[in-house]
C-alpha cells in the first residue's frame, strides 16, 4: 500500500525522494477484513484498518502471504518510529536499527516473502514503489466509498 500524502512531512519527504509516494504499509488480510500494517511517524508499527486509511494506492504483488511473514511483521507491534533513521535514509545511509520507518519495516516483511525486490533497508517511500512498478506491478487508486 502506497500513500501520497499531503501534509508538512510528506511535502519534505516529496522533495528529498522527488516522488509522490510519502508512505508505505502492507495489506494484511485477517479473518476477512483488511488491515495496514506500518510504521508510522509519531506512533511505530502498528495496525490499522484499511478502510479507515483511503484514499491510498495499492500494489498489486500478488505475493502470497506466509507464516514467515506473518510472524516477523507482528513481531515488529509496538517498536518504535526512528526519525533518525528517516533522515538517514533520505540522505541515502542505512537505517541505524534504532527504530522503524515504514519504507524499511515494509521492505523487511516483503524479504520475508519474495526475492523480486532485494531486502534494502534504505528504501524510501517512492523507491520502493518504484522497485515494484518497474517489475510491472499494477498500481490500483483506492478511494473511499
Known amino acids: 500500500m502506497a500513500f501520497r500524502g499531503e501534509g508538512f512531512v510528506s511535502r519534505i519527504i516529496r522533495h528529498v525522494t522527488g516522488g509522490r509516494h510519502t508512505h508505505v504499509g502492507i495489506a494484511w488480510v485477517f479473518r476477512g477484513r483488511v488491515f495496514l500494517l506500518e510504521a508510522r511517524e509519531g506512533r ?8 479507515t486509511c ?13 507464516e514467515n511473514a506473518e510472524t516477523a511483521a507482528l513481531s515488529k507491534l ?17 537505517p541505524s536499527n534504532s527504530g522503524y520507518i515504514c519504507s524499511e519495516f515494509a521492505a523487511r516483511v516483503q524479504a520475508h516473502i519474495t526475492a523480486r525486490i532485494p531486502y534494502f533497508p534504505a528504501h524510501t517511500p517512492t523507491s520502493l514503489v518504484q522497485s515494484w512498478l518497474d517489475q510491472d506491478v499494477p498500481l490500483v487508486a483506492l478511494k473511499e466509498d
Open 54 to 66: 483511503l484514499p491510498c494506492d495499492w500494489l498489486h504483488c500478488d505475493l502470497g502471504w506466509t
Open 78 to 94: 509496538g517498536k518504535p518510529y526512528s526519525y533518525v533513521d528517516a533522515l538517514r535514509v533520505g540522505m541515502g545511509i542505512a
Open 44 to 51: 511505530g508499527v502498528q495496525i490499522r484498518a484499511l478502510s
